[in-house]
T-cell receptor
Framework: SQTIHQWPATLVQPVGSPLSLECTVEGTSNPNLYWYRQAAGRGLQLLFYSVGIGQISSEVPQNLSASRPQDRQFILSSKKLLLSDSGFYLC????????????FGPGTRLTVL | RKEVEQDPGPFNVPEGATVAFNCTYSNSASQSFFWYRQDCRKEPKLLMSVYSSGNEDGRFTAQLNRASQYISLLIRDSKLSDSATYLCVVNQYSSASKIIFGSGTRLSIRP
């Protein structure tokens, strides 16, 4: 069966510090991978998605970036965090050609102080 | 107007009651519709797809009304474990980049 891992589970970082969140998927090949952010009381906002190694599509301009160095690894990064980057970051995967059925990781709760 | 709108709730209903909530979408070209469930401080999980003809999964019934551009979720004989936030999801073009999540409707079932 497929599993998706994210770490860390929680993170408290000062403004201006760098960020690296990691997501890995097991039990499937060539997945579509996604990064979402959920701010308190708001819907999920798609940040990035990837349909293959090294291929990243960005949905919103911001100080975040994503990379996919391996088929089942997706990384979210920032060089300098802003207060507004606080939120619940969720990684998700879907089967190739099946973007609607997404399976989410446990998420990382980020607080920027 | 938001692309996908939901009443945030909370809906507070007694155990055993029937509860229904709607979700409206703005793009008439939307093709795919889903309900996800999100427990407090957890990740969303796919609950069910919404088909044009309507579909049922146990106590849950989902319906689509294309003319009025809304989808609905009906929960019968509600259980305490149904307490969660229900997210409406619309995919406008069956594309990875066009999936829109609603902000969710919070449901609380009381004993």
């Amino acid at each position: 069966s497929q599993t998706i891992h994210q770490w860390p589970a929680t993170l408290v970082q000062p403004v201006g510090s760098p960020l690296s969140l990691e997501c890995t998927v097991e039990g499937t090949s060539n997945p579509n991978l996604y990064w979402y952010r959920q701010a308190a009381g708001r819907g999920l906002q798609l940040l990035f998605y990837s349909v293959g190694i090294g291929q990243i599509s960005s949905e919103v301009p911001q100080n975040l970036s994503a990379s996919r160095p391996q088929d089942r690894q997706f990384i979210l990064s920032s060089k300098k965090l802003l207060l507004s980057d606080s939120g619940f970051y969720l990684c998700a995967w879907s089967g190739r050609g099946r973007p609607n059925e997404q399976f989410f990781g446990p998420g990382t709760r980020l607080t920027v102080l | 107007r938001k692309e996908v709108e939901q009443d945030p709730g909370p809906f507070n209903v007694p155990e055993g009651a029937t509860v229904a909530f709607n979700c409206t979408y703005s793009n008439s070209a939307s093709q795919s519709f889903f309900w996800y469930r999100q427990d407090c401080r957890k990740e969303p999980k796919l609950l069910m797809s919404v088909y044009s003809s309507g579909n049922e999964d146990g106590r849950f019934t989902a319906q689509l009304n294309r003319a009025s551009q809304y989808i609905s979720l009906l929960i019968r004989d509600s259980k305490l474990s149904d307490s969660a936030t229900y997210l409406c999801v619309v995919n406008q073009y069956s594309s990875a980049s066009k999936i829109i999540f609603g902000s969710g409707t919070r449901l609380s079932i009381r004993p």
